[in-house]
């Protein structure tokens, strides 16, 4: 055990340490670790509160998500107590856990004191301007190696439908952030027979016919125009304004209270320089300049974003802005806070209260969803097909629980499943387990714990041949916290949520009665959906806690942005 100590000299400046132990009589301020998740939003909120740059701001958030929030929260608890006291104390101290930073909870201490050192400030400079460089050298060694499109081929596709109409912008990948919104767009050209523009997002590691085929592999959307929105020429020409951008980062970088690993540097510094190389190309495309009526007349009225939020992204958007289109981040999953959050002018969720907590932050212009209705119930343990599911996605290479503790989380899980099953006779074989796609990339030894406790459980994998909407004909589904509970509620099933880690106080999953935290509750919940009438009233109450948004769909999309 380390402590963690703000110490104040007679001359009433304020002194930051670590020790083995905490010096006799000082004052101990004792937190929580587990709130540093709990209150997620309101540390890293905090911690990027200097950062005057919105682009900045934004990457910076996305690191302080997944940097140690345990350290940073104890440099806030210990400092807020030192500087709030009524002055008869003059040394503080705090206990960090062992697994925690000590070098990072100093950091946190120090910001929150106002302590700055000339020493790392030369540190910062010297590394961001390192990282600028490799980036740099990266963007072009990746369009040299694999090319970007000419800004002159939208010419003649400009004159025929770009103007007024939509412009689809996707990264070049079958993942869960594309794939909502490329559903959308085939079902979309499949019933209307007409041209339609893609953009290719996200950092090149294709040709541009290959990276098509990467986020299109089964050809859905068949011969779609394609773009990817940057070449040399794009990049060598916004040189100047790359430099200005980047040489805002130095005192972005300096101003938030955590470590910033190289490989984090160089990635958002490269995403600046994409983003800004970009930008010059759509400006390029649409018209001879980023404002005025000659680019306007040029410029579709709408871009639609599968991700967004990235530097990268964001300066792309922010181009099409000047240039008269309207941006809509699509957002494919639960919203967790500033992971989801962008500059767009309007951003569609995937529930209202998804939309809510959106709206909290310093992003969007507008927050909203697809408004829907609640569907009838279509199973409850005395009206499904005699299945039960279980979802487990905390071994996933994002969330916290997994960087912290590798699988036991989804373990656990598994492990109460299996233990309310045996208490109301359901046979384990008849319980069919679906894990998270994050399953494949996963460190191998935490995969194999997970598959052994699904092994001991008895249960039974999900088969690929089933498809996902089958949710609505299993007679009970348990799931982690996830966008499983949205999609179940829509085909009119009452998942119950079983939370086996601290969560974040501000996701919709803390909606009363939604979350199951224990064996107790577990099974009370599936008692409660023994009959569909006790089942309807859970989907009712679970639907009404979060609003669940209907059918992504161009023209509902469209809708839900000019509506809002």
């Not at 500087?83 to 503080?92: E, P, V």
């Not at 041209?195 to 050809?219: F, H």
């Not at 300066?315 to 289109?325: K, Y």
């Not at 577990?522 to 859970?538: E, K, M, N, V």
Request: aromatic share 6%; hydrophobic share 45%; charged share 15%.
């Amino acid at each position: 055990m380390r402590y963690l100590l703000a110490q104040q000299a007679p001359s009433g400046r304020w002194k930051a340490g670590i020790a083995a132990a905490a010096p006799a009589g000082a004052h101990h301020v004792s937190f929580d670790p587990d709130n540093a998740e709990i209150t997620s939003t309101v540390i890293v909120s905090k911690a990027v509160s200097r950062v005057r740059d919105a682009i900045w701001q934004l990457e910076l958030a996305a690191n302080a998500t997944n940097a140690d929030k345990v350290a940073m929260l104890a440099g806030q608890e210990l400092a807020r107590a030192a500087l709030n006291s009524d002055g008869t104390a003059k040394s503080f101290a705090t206990a960090i856990p062992n697994d925690v930073s000590g070098d990072a909870s100093l950091q946190s201490l120090k910001y929150e004191l106002g302590i700055a050192a000339n020493s790392s400030n030369i540190g910062n400079t010297v590394l961001h301007i390192v990282a600028c460089k490799l980036a740099w050298l990266s963007a072009l060694w990746l369009l040299l190696r694999y090319g970007g499109s000419s800004p002159r081929t939208l010419g003649n596709f400009a004159n025929d439908s770009i103007s007024g109409g939509t412009v689809i912008a996707l990264h070049a990948e079958d993942t869960t952030r594309t794939r909502h919104l490329r559903g959308a767009l085939a079902k979309h050209l499949d019933d209307h027979n007409q041209r339609q523009l893609l953009l290719l997002l996200g950092r090149p590691s294709a040709g541009v016919k290959a990276a098509l085929r990467a986020l299109d592999p089964k050809g859905q959307l068949g011969e779609i125009d394609v773009r990817r929105p940057m070449n040399v020429r794009a990049l060598l020409r916004t040189i100047p304004q790359t430099i200005a951008r980047l040489a805002n980062g130095v005192s972005a970088t300096g101003a938030v209270p955590f470590p910033i690993p190289m490989r984090e540097r160089i990635a958002m510094a490269y995403r600046m320089i994409q983003g800004t190389a970009q930008a010059q190309w759509w400006q390029s495309a649409v018209g001879p300049s980023a404002v005025g009526p000659s680019a306007a007349s040029q410029s579709p009225a709408t871009a639609l974003f599968g991700h967004t939020g990235t530097a990268d992204t964001s300066i792309l958007e922010l181009a099409m802005q000047s240039c008269g289109a309207q941006t809509i981040h699509v957002v494919h999953g639960t919203n967790v806070g500033w992971p989801f959050a962008g500059l767009s002018d309007a951003a569609i969720f995937q529930t209202s209260a998804d939309a809510q907590l959106g709206a909290t932050l310093p992003a969007y212009q507008r927050c909203t969803y697809i408004p829907a209705t609640c569907p009838p119930l279509r199973a409850g343990l005395g009206s499904g097909d005699g299945r039960w599911a279980v979802l487990t996605s905390y071994t996933h290479l994002s969330h916290p629980a997994y960087h912290q503790n590798g699988a036991d989380a989804d373990i656990a899980l598994i492990q109460m499943a299996a233990q309310a099953a045996a208490r109301m006779g359901q046979p384990p074989e008849k319980i069919l387990w679906r894990p998270h796609p994050h399953i494949e990339v996963v460190a191998t030894a935490e995969r194999a714990r997970l598959l052994a406790a699904v092994k001991a459980a008895g249960f039974t994998r999900w088969p690929d041949s089933l498809p996902y909407d089958a949710l609505g004909s299993f007679s009970a589904v348990m799931t982690s916290p996830s966008t499983v509970l949205t999609d179940a509620l829509r085909v009119g099933q009452p998942a119950i949520v079983v939370n086996m880690t601290p969560l974040q106080n501000d996701l919709i999953y803390n909606r009363p009665n939604l979350l199951v935290r224990d064996l107790e509750g577990l099974l009370s919940a599936l008692q409660g959906i023994a009959d569909p009438a006790g089942a309807g009233d859970r989907l009712r109450m679970a639907w009404d806690a979060i609003e669940p948004g209907g059918p992504l769909t161009i023209e509902a999309i469209l809708a839900a942005a000019c509506c809002s």
